[in-house]
């Protein structure tokens, strides 16, 4: 697949888009250097490093860390995305602008930019009291932890929420696609190179052994092989077209294809609401510590990140979130009657429920496989870094997941518009000899 990103800039018109859409992603990245007006990028970093901030900047790609004109990002589109998708086949009006095509998928898009646009709202909102409130020291000389300062920060979380949107649909209409995906790969791996710098400088100094490097290493190429096997695996199950007799045409149909169904359906996404869930107890801790110390402690002991109560509640979690979605997203009885509308059957089973109850099945199975992936790829990161004390390269599975996912859509999105222009240029080849 690599070859098709060689072969791309060989063909002008995909070269202005790649370079339109390196251009976007570095407009979002430089708009992460500008601090958010009130706040002191340098009384803000002493404190952002673990936390509250430092959870949810580890989820967001680390752009919350440092307050920026772009801190939230895509963070409240993926969230709106991700409920207007459940909602989808519960809300029947919504399921109704589903299936009118380009112009009802407009309509569900507009309804998920409103609802980003508010939930980034209330997210910017309870941040912005969190700084004002927990870490008086961020705040920029001349600005005092008043509603002024509050509404400011709102207002530019809100403005770059909205434009940080405003570039990804670029990137998808004009660009190579996956305008918010890319963006989330840009944000989470502008973190490598400073997080590789750090970790040499801790070799040099001897903190790390050259043992735990390797291993470090090795562990990480191994996740991201199976990231890569478990992406593109699939369930593939037979079906057969029956054969159409037209009244004066010969018979039509009768083909045999498959159904896929892949084994991680949901992606990422049971591990983003696991992670927000996890968010809950430590918004809870840091309100109650001074006035529950007990309850405090409590939380942190094990309802924490990394503690072994705190990894079994994530894994359950995981599995229960992938469980929900993939119920939501792959229905069986739709999917049977769809094949029965369309002359489809599964050899070897009847139409109708039979093949209804033979795909839940196959899906359930499926499904505890995905989830058992997810669950350990949340978990040998937080193991990986106890056991060769690397602590300073923020390794994650959520992150690795991202980015292997995106890198490997891009490529095939390059791949696809490849070929079809080598199509379309042997056509006109043709044309052109037949004219001759």
């Known amino acids: ?24 992603l570095a407009i979002y990245r430089l708009g992460n250097t500008i601090p958010t007006p009130g706040i002191s990028p340098q009384g803000l970093g002493e404190t952002t490093n673990s936390g509250l901030l430092g959870l949810i900047g580890l989820v967001s790609g680390g752009n919350l860390q440092q307050f920026s004109i772009f801190a939230l990002g895509v963070l409240p589109y993926i969230t709106a995305s991700i409920v207007i998708q459940l909602l989808t086949t519960a809300v029947p009006t919504l399921e109704k602008l589903s299936k009118e095509g380009e112009e009802g998928r407009k309509k569900i898009n507009q309804y998920t930019r409103y609802s980003a646009i508010a939930l980034g709202t209330v997210q910017a909102t309870i941040f912005s009291l969190y700084v004002v409130n927990s870490l008086p020291q961020a705040l920029a000389p001349g600005y ?5 300062t509050i509404l400011i920060m709102v207002l530019t979380q809100v403005a770059g929420i909205a434009f940080t949107m405003w570039l990804g649909e670029r990137i998808s209409e004009i660009g190579i696609g996956n305008g918010i995906s890319l963006i989330i790969f840009a944000g989470i791996a502008a973190r490598f190179p400073s997080e590789i710098s750090a970790t040499a400088q801790l070799a040099r100094e001897g903190a790390i052994s050259a043992l735990g490097i390797v291993g470090f290493i090795a562990i990480v190429l191994l996740v991201i092989a199976g990231i890569v096997f478990i992406y593109q695996a699939e369930r593939r199950v037979p079906v057969q077209y029956a054969r159409k007799q037209v009244a004066g045409r010969a018979a039509t149909g009768g083909q045999q294809t498959y159904l896929p169904i892949k084994v991680n ?49 994530e894994v359950l ?3 229960g979130f992938t469980y929900l979605y993939n119920s939501v997203q792959f229905d069986p009885k739709r999917v049977a009657e769809n094949l029965r509308e369309a002359g489809g059957f599964i050899p070897g089973v009847r139409p109708g429920a039979p093949t209804a109850e033979h795909l839940g099945f196959i899906s359930s199975r499926i499904t505890l496989w995905g989830a058992l992936f997810l669950a350990i790829l949340v978990i040998t990161p937080q193991i990986t870094r106890s056991v060769t004390g690397i602590q300073s390269f923020q390794f994650s599975g959520t992150s690795l997941l991202i980015v292997v996912g995106v890198a490997l859509d891009t ?12 199509y379309d240029g042997f056509i006109s080849k043709g044309r052109l000899r037949g004219r001759l």
């Open 265 to 313: 359906q949901a992606g990422v996404i049971p591990v983003i609401f696991a992670s927000a869930i996890f968010t809950l107890p430590q918004i809870l801790q840091s309100t109650l510590q001074n006035r529950a110390p007990d309850v405090a402690a409590f939380i942190s002991r094990y309802l924490a990140l990394g503690t072994p109560t705190g990894l079994v509640l």
């Open 411 to 422: 490529l095939k999105q390059l791949e696809a518009q490849l070929t079809v222009r080598r």
């Open 144 to 148: 005092d932890p008043g509603f002024a």
């Open 1 to 24: 697949m690599l070859r098709a990103f060689r072969d791309a800039f060989r063909i002008p018109e995909l070269q202005r888009k790649i370079l339109f859409t390196v251009l976007l």
């Open 317 to 319: 979690l995981i599995f």
